[in-house]
């Protein structure tokens, strides 16, 4: 049974820094790309960002690129976001994915596979 569990999320001050992580089980994690989701109230789910099953192939979402960095630890078998310079609009629900597709294809969320059950980030200006 696979599972993916999201950690790491919390309210923050505008221009504060968090670290989301995602620890995966019941798949073989070096086969698989990995992305984080947000959804805001309102909103529809957004891609922020996608690792491949390597690591070596890195994307983002415009709105997040020099704030944001994801990775991933194959032995510890969990994907990080590190967030920083929060701003009130990244406040959503994120959510990890995982899939085993090329890189680009873990920009839709309707191609990832298995899904983690999502963990709250709240900034306040």
């Known amino acids: 049974q696979v599972q993916l569990v999201e950690s790491g999320g919390g309210s923050v001050q505008t221009g504060g820094s968090l670290r989301l992580s995602c620890a995966a089980s019941g798949l073989t994690f070096s086969s698989y790309s990995m992305s984080w989701f947000r959804q805001a109230p309102g909103k529809e789910r957004e891609f922020v960002a996608a690792i491949s099953a390597g690591g070596l192939n890195i994307l983002y979402t415009d709105s997040v690129k020099g704030r944001f960095t994801i990775s991933r630890e194959i032995p510890k078998n969990t994907v990080y976001l590190q967030m920083n310079s929060l701003k009130p609009e990244d406040t959503a629900v994120y959510s990890c994915?995982?899939?085993?597709?090329?890189?680009?294809?873990?920009?839709?969320?309707?191609?990832?596979?298995?899904w983690g059950q999502g963990t709250q980030v709240t900034v306040s200006s």
């Open positions: 994915a995982a899939a085993q597709r090329s890189l680009g294809f873990l920009r839709l969320a309707s191609q990832c596979e298995f």
